[in-house]
């Protein structure tokens, strides 16, 4: 009893008590059906789905299927590629067969069918598109599902950041068109981020919610924009990681900093679980790619700092754990155990070397104020945009979705935590430093809450009254 109040002691001294409350509360506010913004979804009928489809059974889409399958959905698994679709008809059975004897719980064998062709979905509820994030391919899958599934079939995808209204419209039924955004390992991994679309149905929305929930996730709402909430964030997160590269950081000293402020994986490992291809597709959609660029101009996109590191990764045929070689080594493709390679060093010095640029010794204290104040800034700038709907929607996505330590409540809490001032001054500081990293610059939001006192976190919305937001 005596350790046990000594132990409370201790927490409520470091504040961990008060985020571990808080986290509870923010789980329990963002899987309801009224949220205190009064969105439109969730006074909405969901419609019953039984039999569900998934398109590609990469990465994701196979953890996907399981998900489904644990939910006990019927579940039909399409992929195109024949070699893809062999290793998936073996990966999946092992992953349930995995997730049965954790849960003690028996999954019928019959109830995953697989197929080359997408005519296998003509009779589904609701399909969660997996294919790879490139907008060409995911318009084409759109448009084929819209004639081959039933009209009132819900079509979803799982883009980490492409438009889910232009999705939409390729289709007949737009209204029945949702992101449903998953995070790898997509079997494991409790969040599921709910797109809503400006011309989704409230029911369409509320149908993936429910739907997440029988899956056993965390289902939040989120508006429409480039990477949803989440991803958005983690772009800014992403890039510093980059840039302290650069500046003669390695992916060891940065993931090691994350590691112990208490994310299962530093962003460099997690960049190699989820696929370094991803975001590759993402940046040469964008025109961002291009490393024939030399000079100043290597180091420059729009205006801004940009860092080649990840698009020269790629060229090497370097995805991380899916072919053996990212950010780190790995002993075979799909290994897991991420081993430090001397190969990556060799290149960020002589990176480092043909730029120019001079390596000094970062420690952990800019780590975590360069990468997490700067998706912090991001989540502001979110929530006055109204992508998401409250402070505790994005902790929710963070905890649940990326592995942020729950004992720090979540991105937004722990700037509360902080102190909103001191976010803002380390922010300018660093702005200072890097004025070509212009979203170093502390958003509105943050500054207008500044202004008005540094409310605590649950006041926050009085702030910031966005009139527009769907959710
Ligand atoms: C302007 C905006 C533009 C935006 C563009 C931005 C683009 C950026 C591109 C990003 C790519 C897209 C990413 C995305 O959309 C969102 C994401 O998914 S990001 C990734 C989020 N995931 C994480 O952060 C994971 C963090 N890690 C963890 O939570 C844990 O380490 C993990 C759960 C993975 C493992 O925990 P552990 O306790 O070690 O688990 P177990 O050993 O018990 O295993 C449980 C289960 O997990 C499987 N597993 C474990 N390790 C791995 C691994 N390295 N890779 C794959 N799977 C793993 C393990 O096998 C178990 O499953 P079984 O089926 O039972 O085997
Ligand atoms: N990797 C990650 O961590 C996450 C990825 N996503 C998104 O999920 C989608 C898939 O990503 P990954 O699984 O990582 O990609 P992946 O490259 O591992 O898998 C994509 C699969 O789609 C298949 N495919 C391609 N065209 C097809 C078609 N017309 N019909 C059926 N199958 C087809 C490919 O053969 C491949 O097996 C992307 O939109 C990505 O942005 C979302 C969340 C997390």
């Not at 961990?16 to 329990?28: I, S």
């Not at 045929?317 to 899916?322: A, H, I, S």
């Not at 200072?432 to 939001?445: F, I, K, W």
Request: aromatic residues 8%; positive net charge.
């Amino acid at each position: 009893m005596e350790r046990e109040k000594e132990l409370m002691a201790t927490l409520f001294h470091s504040g961990q008590a008060r985020a571990l409350q808080y986290f509870f509360f923010a789980q329990r506010a963002v899987g309801r059906w009224s949220t205190p913004s009064g969105a439109r979804w969730d006074t909405s009928q969901p419609r019953p789905v039984r039999k569900a489809a998934v398109i590609g059974l990469g990465t994701m889409g196979r953890g996907i299927t399981v998900a489904l399958a644990q939910a006990g959905l019927s579940v039909v698994a399409v992929e195109t590629h024949a070699k893809q679709l062999m290793e998936a008809t073996k990966a999946v059975p092992s992953m349930l067969k995995r997730g049965a004897v954790r849960g003690g719980t028996t999954i019928e064998p019959d109830s995953i069918t697989y197929s080359q062709n997408l005519q296998a979905v003509a009779d589904v509820d609701l399909v969660i598109e997996a294919v790879f994030e490139d907008m060409a391919l995911k318009e084409k899958v759109f448009q084929q599902l819209s004639i081959i599934c039933k009209p009132d079939t819900l079509l979803c995808t799982n883009t980490s950041s492409l438009d889910v209204d232009h999705l939409a419209s390729q289709t007949r039924h737009p209204e029945l068109v949702v992101g449903m955004h998953f995070f790898a390992p997509a079997h494991v991994m409790k969040l599921l981020e709910v797109v809503y679309g400006r011309r989704s149905s409230p029911a369409a929305v509320a149908t993936a919610m429910q739907l997440g929930k029988k899956m056993g996730k965390v289902s939040v709402a989120v508006g429409n924009c480039r990477g949803f909430a989440g991803n958005r964030m983690l772009k800014r997160y992403l890039e510093q990681a980059f840039f302290l590269l650069e500046e003669g950081a390695t992916p060891e000293l940065v993931d090691r900093a994350l590691e112990e402020f208490g994310f299962p994986m530093g962003v460099f490992r997690m960049s190699d679980l989820s696929g370094l291809d991803v975001g590759w597709r993402v940046r040469k959609a964008d025109g961002l790619a291009d490393t024939s660029l030399t000079g100043t101009s290597a180091r420059v996109r729009q205006g801004c700092r940009y860092s080649s590191l990840g698009d020269l990764l790629c060229e090497h045929g370097r995805f991380g754990q899916k072919t053996g070689r990212g950010w780190y080594q790995y002993d075979k493709p799909g290994g897991r155990v991420a081993k430090s390679d001397p190969w990556l060093h060799n290149f960020l010095d002589e990176y480092r070397a043909r730029h120019g640029l001079v390596p000094r010794c970062i420690d952990q204290q800019e780590v975590l104020e360069r990468c997490l104040f700067v998706l912090i800034n991001e989540g502001f700038q979110i929530l006055e945009e109204g992508i998401a709907a409250g402070p505790e929607d994005i902790d929710a996505i963070y905890v649940f979705g990326y592995g942020w330590p729950r004992h720090r409540g979540g991105p937004m809490f722990y700037a509360d935590m902080v102190g909103l001032e001191r976010v803002v001054e380390r922010l300018e500081r660093y702005h200072q430093a890097h004025p070509d990293v212009p979203y170093l610059q502390p958003s509105g939001l943050l500054r207008r809450l500044v202004a008005n006192g540094s409310p605590p976190i649950h006041k926050w919305r009085n702030v910031i009254k966005n009139r527009n937001s769907q959710l």
